[in-house]
């Protein structure tokens, strides 16, 4: 059972009764959970004014937690990094906390993995994913699980079958073939980063972007008109980010609103493009973004990611590879 | 009377009505109008496939025009910049001919900066400006005429009173004082650039983002929910570019969405922050944008600004300055 220590560093939490219902649904499961004098601040659309989230991390930093766990997402954190504790945030992990969140939260782990190298993880946040009025997600629960008690050892999914088609065509134009059984391996001691598609482009040209080459780069998004997800693709593609990883890799693109005026254009045709344009292989399906379940994946740790049929497996090299990974096939 | 020549870069053109009026209306102001071969081509969201697009461009620079003006914006120049000659299109501009447009095409007058220094214009567009249908704006339309001409040397505009009180405040915060009469002198033989806040911060990291140190930079945009703008405006911020400047110029920001959850964040509290945490000067009401009023503002040419009371006026250096301003004080 493990200390975990709730907090807010970017939207003010609304929906009190997720917050609660998330806080005692962590409970039940047998942890401790500490929560944060401020997790339910609230200045114009934060969690509390800036002076107020950057305390909070800060305090998330030296509370000893086993796990820092966001209340939620929403909007807060990019315009807080210069005022943010990297130092902080990275000695916490080093000793032992795992520091767990996603989407606004995502400018939080890139900035860390900039400034400092730390790892993060990329997870569930309380309210969207614990407190929900419906039961959470098994899949998330368990991944959780394992992060909390230092079991994660790696991820993997299924492809939809047209999908894992596209991919082996690409990958054999791109030269990479399968070794041995029928695995081709993709990537090995490679840097996991990502996150949320339009705070990872927000950071761009800042000090706050992490220079990751030959990295896998993992995005997701939410509620965005698609041709602005093209549009932050192609920043990326033209700023030379995606070309220099070993493979991107797409979550969720969930609630991607077209209009008629798109006729055809969608994220079907946007992904499609992309995967033609790069030299580089893009894995679809990855159970990460704006859905119920998803996987935790540790943003700056070195990984290798393989793909085999239908099959990706993506596995931490910082692990005991003795285990059994059958039971993480997620 | 000028050769004006109008090519679709960018979104398909719907409104085939707005179109024609628009070229009808140009007609009748005496002018001869060549219409691009690909000006109507749809495909998808685009006005053609990224090769007609792109063909499009090196057809309006080939044209020897007086002008080339965009039928409309919406999306589609970022996705082909790589492809596009800007060589050619610096020799037009060289040449004579004035590139007007905004919106999308912000990425290709910024594209043309960084990669030849070539001025272009951000102005009007075909179906938003003149082809609507109400009468086009006066002041738009004379603006336009003096850049068809050759005789813009320059804009003014008149802020708020309350606006103008807290530039002053803040030039006087920033050391800049009234000389001589009381004209604060804010930029002198400064580059002038920007153009849609989106597109400007979809250039950030790219070989397409010019790198201008004290220039004037104007931005504008439309459309987007409040938190967004300000992560763009951060974003701007955290990569150096807003404090490079002389001074950032804010034209209109419309159709700006906020919600119930924004609790008194809006863009008024946005730019009263930025204004407070730069610095430079942020000067306001800069008649440009998604709005019937809007000036011509040469990108990549020579200005100088200065403010006197509620008067901001902007002069471009490349002109012959003995000529009376007065009627350009829209």
Redesign the interface.
Known sequence: MAHIYIYSPS??V?DKAAFRRGIQRLKVLGHEVEVDPAALA?V???AGDDAERVAAIARAAASGADVSLISRGG?GL??I??DIDFAAVAQAAKAGMRWVGFSDFTALQLGALAKTGATTWSGPALIADIGAPDEPDDITLDCLDDVIHGHAEGTGWVMGKKQAEQLHQDLQRLGLRPEGGESVRVAEHATLWGGNL?VV?????????PQVEGGVLYLEDVGEPV?RI???L??LQ??G?LTRQKAVVLGGFTEMATTA?????SMK?VVARLAQQLPVPVIPALPFGHVPTKVCLPTGACVSLSVHGREVMMLWDDHDHDHDHDHHGH
Chains 1, 2 share one sequence.
Request: avoid cysteine; proline fraction near 5%.
């Open positions: 939207g003010a609304r609230s114009q659309r934060f909007y990019t315009r990094l210069p339009a482009a927000a950071l761009l040209g800042t000090p706050y972007f041709y093209e549009r932050l192609t920043q033209l700023a980010v005026h798109d006729k055809g254009f045709t």
